[in-house]
């Protein structure tokens, strides 16, 4: 059975740091490529950021330069490390992992992250 399971959301005021976490089990993590997206109330879910099974990474504009995604084969987990953050970073993120060739695709429950002004 697979499971993604995120942690580290919280309250940060503005300027302030979180780093969010994306345990999983039940996948060969080393051969997934992962990513962090995120929706806020009344919008379309986005991708913050992604990882690629060979450690390559890409950014949405808007995180660039703030944001950083890394990943642990050992211990089957993602990171976003989340700097700066600005209350327009307010939002349920989600972690996904995916394996296109066989057209695997899973998400987390999500964790919420809220910045105040």
């Known amino acids: 059975q697979v499971q993604l399971v995120e942690s580290g959301g919280g309250l940060v005021q503005a300027g302030g740091s979180l780093r969010l976490s994306c345990a999983t089990s039940?996948?060969?993590?080393?051969?997934?490529?992962l990513g962090w997206y995120r929706q806020a109330p009344g919008k379309q879910r986005e991708l913050v950021a992604r990882i690629t099974s060979g450690a390559g990474t890409n950014y949405a504009d808007a995180v660039k330069g703030r944001f950083s995604i890394s990943r642990d084969n050992a211990k089957n987990t993602v990171y976003l490390q989340m700097n700066s953050l600005k209350p327009e970073d307010t939002a349920v993120y989600y972690c996904n992992a995916a394996f296109v060739v066989a057209g695997a695709n899973y998400w987390g429950q999500g964790t919420q992250v809220t910045v105040t002004s």
């Open positions: 039940g996948v060969i993590f080393r051969i997934f490529d």
